[in-house]
């Protein structure tokens, strides 16, 4: 498709002429398996993108792979810094797919300061307002990367809780026994630490907050140097590191529901792309993403080798 050149004021730190300077094609040795049987996207050049997190590092190359199956040159341009760098390359053609949030486009780019409960509602909601925006929203996964407190197993005996409420129960019997490790972005945000207290009439004394790197939490809250932190629910380190995660009984938190994000003009000379995309996202869950990061951020793995050797394992691709 077409390449519009893209200008993102402190999203992306190198753009050239028209479009982004980083990226590399793609090129994977793979055949179709259970997708992209005659390679109804040869011909094509798609570029992807994500985000710069181990999660979506890795849903774009399972992304970029799919459509390599299908015949289609990629180009890889995944790893944008920030929220909204590689939402803007999709939507202005600078790049054609990604994997986004429901409830990030719900709230950070819609402008929404309530989420809404039902998941398949939110994802609605969403992919209707953002048609007028040239973004096409295909079927929604059930991987839920949404926000939560987490504690170590002595902590969680030590108070007893298992839920939101019972942490602030916890903060205001006991205001010293609860200490939060969070990043700056959850600190801040509508959806995060302010929306958190002011749902649960949780009160935690600014000198109990720590804002930390995302990464450093899950070390602090296994060794208790915080009583909580503030953790993705799809992380592998939750599992490896042995965390109890507290339950939003309120459902405070938005759904953050992972789907196909096009750019609608490459849908439309590509329409393939949507029925190739849907098994892919079928399968993805939970549980198969703290897997899957779990051997990036806690074995060492590449992304790439990573979302290769998992859509080799479901059949989606085969060795060419």
Partial sequence: MRRACLVLA???????????????????????????????LK????????????????????????????GADVLDRTGIQGSIGAREAVRSGDA?????????AWITYQGNSEPIDDPRAQWEAVRDADFKNGLTWLEPSALNNTYALATNRANARKYGTKTLSDVAELAESDPGAVTLCVEGEFANRADGLPGMQKAYGMSVPAKNITQMDTGIIYTQAAKGSCAYGEVFTTDGRIKSMN???????????????AAPEINSRTLK???????????????LNNAVARELNAKVDVD?????????????AEGFVKEG
């Avoid at 050239?16 to 590399?24: H, P």
């Avoid at 792309?273 to 996202?281: F, G, K, Q, R």
């Avoid at 060492?300 to 080799?312: F, I, R, S, Y």
């Fill in 96 to 104: 054609d797919a990604m994997y986004e949030y429901t409830g990030t």
């Fill in 10 to 40: 402190g999203a992306l730190t190198v753009v050239s002429g028209c479009g982004l300077t980083s990226g590399s094609p793609m090129v994977d040795n793979v055949v179709p398996g259970s997708i992209g049987r005659g390679e109804p």
């Fill in 243 to 257: 965390l109890a995660v507290m339950e939003d009984d309120r459902k405070f938190f938005p759904n953050y529901n």
């Fill in 43 to 70: 011909g094509a050049d798609l570029t992807v993108t994500s985000k710069e997190f181990t999660e979506q590092l890795i849903l774009g190359a399972i992304m970029g792979i799919a459509f390599e199956a299908a």
């Fill in 269 to 283: 000379e590509w329409p393939a792309i949507a029925e190739i995309l849907a098994p892919v996202t079928a399968r």
């Fill in 300 to 312: 060492g793995e590449d992304p790439h080798k990573v979302a290769l050797d998992w859509m080799k």
